[in-house]
Every structure is written in structure tokens, then in C-alpha cells.
């Protein structure tokens, strides 16, 4: 309760617009900057605990993938860095000394986004090795630790996003996608060859494809119905050429079950039931898990902003916070209450979704520097934190930003880019040893985002070096 309750023992004190940084920094801003642009920076000192530079630093903006840094952050916080997310295996038979499952089998999924058909084929192993040799009922898939399968434009409001994402859901395998190789004919205007690597009778194709002299011109798309995953693919390709086709599917919890079906009978384990979409019964036998520790789920969000896995963890939280049947509502009511529990959340707050691709995202650069220093402050997870952002010219985002900055070490940080939206925060040592905590972000209808990019990388390294 006393690291929460920080902010009420700390005075924040303020250097004011005639330090001579500070004066520089604007001045670059307005020289660089287009004229409608809306700019925002925070820079904190955690040795002295007073900001050194404070532009605008209440304006709320839109933070682009710098939301990230509240999902993780908050995951560590709410569920530790020794938490796990499991995918369960389940059966509802109490007696197996006959090596027979007189029932049920259920797999129970908690939103993992790294789950592979690797680990389906662990889990169907797993089961063969507690000598299991056949199952007499059903495959029951359970994805109730989610309120439902979500696409993101199903829970935020006039969202438009370039590059849709696969269904966020309770079970995955494989980010939700299948890859499609498709090989057109030798002959003119036959259609193209499609090839699946784990082909199912789940599936069935609508190939309405030709094999032409022009351009590869190939889509696909599923859709869900009478049981079965109903892939379109259509187009043209050139004659005696291949390419790959992602398809992101529509019920992913029950090709999961498929999958493992699949993987059991190749493991000598009969099973001729159904697989069907349910809930696992109380006091259910566990027969075999597959746990991902969350760290391993931090570092691709941070470092490498990836969209996907922070939707998931978004839903975690909710789910986490509702006691299951997590929804996003739940999920933006879980970091809410958190920000206000540390004193840092106002209304103009505005984080409805775990990634940072929605503009209905909003919040100030001096709300996430508070949140990042209330991480520094919990030695518990503050270096799984630190250690999972991006470093410049070694990793992620960063990878090739701040040439000018000796050493690159000095730097942890996280970006965030969408078409008018440059961001940045994170931590930097600087030239006097101090922990800096850092939050920049620009808002533009206009203007190149490399341009943008160096922008921002030129101030943090002038605060770097000067304080």
C-alpha cells in the first residue's frame, strides 16, 4: 500500500521554460515541426524526483504503441513476473486405471497468444505418457475464460484500421492464422494447386482461382459454418509459380480442438467422438498443461510492439479482474482502476484497447512518466520491465534510431507509430549517472515520420548528455 500510495509523498517540483534545455528544445520544435502539429514532453529525474522539462506535458495525445507500456507494465504489477498463462487439458473421469477416458476430454485455454500446434503435439503426448490409450465421449474446446472470440473493430467505435489482426480469443494456435501454399497450374486458365500442412477435414476450400499470364493476384478469406472452417480463395497466378496466402481463421478454439484430435490418434490414443465448443466441469481431472511465463509475453509487446500479443494480454486483465469471462470493457476497467489506485488517472484518460493501433487511445506524456516511475519505484518487476524495452542499434523498434547517442545501453525505450502519431518513452542514464524517465509524442496531419523519428531522437539525446 505505500509504494501505491507514493504520489501523495513525493512533490513534483518544475524548472520552468527559462532553462536553457528547455528553450533549446522549443525551439527546435517549432522550427521543425509543421504549424497545426500538437507536441507534448516529460522528462523526470529520478535521483533528484523533480521533472527537469515539462512541455505541454498535460495535453492528452494520442500515444500510438506507447499504450503498450501500460498494458505491460500493469500485467506485471496486478499478476507478478512469476505469473504463468496456461492451456489446460482436462478430463471428467475420476478413475483411469484403465487406461481409458470414460468421458470427456476438455482443453481449456487463458488467452496464451504463443500457444503453438507444437504444443498441441506436447499436450497429446503428455497424455499418451500418463498411459492414456483411448477417450469414449467428446472434445470439449473451452474458451470461456473470454467472454467471446473479438474482433477489434466489435468493441471500439467507428475503428478503421489498416492491417486487420486475427480474432483475439482464449485459445490460439498460431496467431489464429494458416498459411495457404498456393501453386498455379501448367496450364492456362486451370485452377491453382492449394496445399495445407495440417489439412483437416475441418476444412473445405472454395478454390475459384486461374492459372494466368498476368500478374499473382491471390485472396483468401474464411468464414465459419456448419461446423466447418469455409476458406474462399480466388485470383489469379501465374502459371507454374507458388506463394504463401495468410488466412486468419474464424473459429480458433475449435480448429484447436481438431488439431489435437489430430495429434492423439497419431500418438495411438482412439478417439472417434465429437469436438464441440463447451465448459470444463468442476472438479475436473488435469491431465497436462502447457504454462508460458508472462515475461515471455513482455518482451515481444515492448520491444517489438506486437499488436497481437498485446490484445491478449489486454483481455487477461480483464479476465483476470472479472474473475473470468473477461471483455474489453472489463479489460480498460482493470487499468483504470489501477491508475487510480496509484493517483495518476484523470479524465482524460482514454485507453480502450491493449495495443495503441486505436486513435481513441489518449492520455498525457506526464501520466505515463508518473506510471513509469511508479515502476521504477517496485524493485519486484522493474527490471523484467526495463530489460524488456528496446534498445537503439541492438533490438526492436529502436533497432536503427539514436546513432548519435554513446553509449546505446544508456537507453531502454518504447516507440509508437501510427500515420500522424510519433511517440516515444522509456528510460535513459544520463551524462551525470542520473535515471532519467522520459515521455515525447507528436501529433501531425503532415510530415515525413523519419523526419519525426530523428526529431525526437535528437532531443532526448541533447536531454541525455546535458543533465
Known sequence: MIIFLFFFLIKFNVLYTNNSITNEIIKLLNKNLPKDAKYSLTCFST???EYLIRINSDIPLIPASTNKLFTSGIALLTLGADYSINTEVYCDDSNLNDSIINGNLYLKGYGDPTLTNADLITLAKKIKEIGI???????????????????????????????????????????????????????????????????????????????????????AKSNFENGKEIITIGGNIRRNTTTNVLVHLSNPSLYAGHLLSKHLRENGISFWGEIKKGK???????LAVIETPLVELIKPINKNSNNFFAEHLYLILGAQYSGGNGSPFDASKAINTFLKSINIYNNDVNIVDGSGISRNNQFSTEVL????????????????????????????????????????????????????????????????GDLLIFSINFNYSRGSQLKMRGLQDKIITLIADNF
Not at 474458451?143 to 471500439?156: A, K, M, Q, V, Y
Not at 526495463?386 to 529502436?398: A, E, K, M, R
Open 280 to 286: 470444463t466441469k468442476k472438479f475436473s481431472n488435469r
Open 133 to 219: 490409450k483411448a477417450i469414449t465421449g467428446n472434445i470439449i474446446t473451452d474458451d470461456t475464460f473470454f467472454e467471446g472470440t473479438f474482433l477489434r473493430n466489435e468493441w471500439i467505435e467507428d475503428e478503421n484500421i489498416s492491417v486487420p489482426l486475427p480474432l483475439i480469443s482464449a485459445i490460439t494456435v498460431d496467431k489464429n492464422s494458416i498459411y495457404l501454399r498456393v501453386t498455379g497450374s501448367s496450364k492456362l486458365n486451370k485452377p491453382a494447386i492449394i496445399d495445407l500442412e495440417n489439412n483437416l477435414d475441418y476444412f473445405k476450400f472454395i478454390n475459384t482461382t486461374k492459372t494466368t499470364k498476368n500478374k499473382t493476384r491471390i485472396f
Open 47 to 49: 535521483s533528484k524526483k
Open 369 to 432: 512518466v508518473k506510471f513509469l516511475y511508479h515502476i521504477y519505484l517496485n524493485p519486484l518487476i522493474y527490471n523484467e520491465f526495463h530489460n524488456s524495452l528496446s534498445i537503439p542499434q541492438v533490438d526492436g523498434t529502436l533497432f536503427s534510431r539514436f546513432d548519435n547517442l554513446y553509449s546505446h545501453e544508456r537507453l531502454r525505450g518504447k516507440t509508437g507509430t501510427l500515420n500522424g502519431v510519433t511517440a516515444l518513452a522509456g528510460y535513459v542514464v544520463s551524462k551525470s
